[in-house]
């Protein structure tokens, strides 16, 4: 199982970012997958979640509204669209097959 994120950057607050999650190494349309955050000094925290065939999507409280999860099941690739960012959600934006395995993170800095 292999799980690559990408998109992540420096951005102002208000605005966009796309985050992406490419998998590889199983069949990614069988599993649901999740995002996740990790700020400094503090520990990791679901973001948003969807179902394997993206019927399905929950999302933390503090997200929702602002944050989109979905995937395409063809590219093996999950999405999470990023509006009306803030500097608090500045932190390292993790994928995760369930809670098993994990990428490695992309960075994400939500700053003037």
């Known amino acids: 199982v292999h799980l690559v994120e990408s998109g992540g950057g420096l951005v102002q607050p208000g605005g966009s970012l796309r985050l992406s999650c490419t998998a590889s190494?199983?069949?990614?349309?069988?599993?649901?997958m999740n995002w996740h955050r990790q700020a400094p000094g503090k520990e990791r925290k679901f973001v948003a979640g969807?179902?394997?065939?993206?019927?399905?999507?929950v999302y933390a409280e503090t997200v929702r509204g602002r944050f989109t999860v979905s995937r395409d099941n063809a590219k093996s690739t999950v999405y999470l669209q990023m509006n009306s960012l803030k500097p608090e959600d500045t932190a390292v934006y993790y994928c995760?097959?369930?809670?098993?395995?994990w990428g490695r993170g992309t960075q994400v800095t939500v700053s003037s």
């Open positions: 995760s097959r369930g809670y098993d395995y």
């Open positions: 190494g199983f069949t990614f349309s069988s599993y649901g």
């Open positions: 969807i179902s394997s065939g993206g019927e399905s999507t």
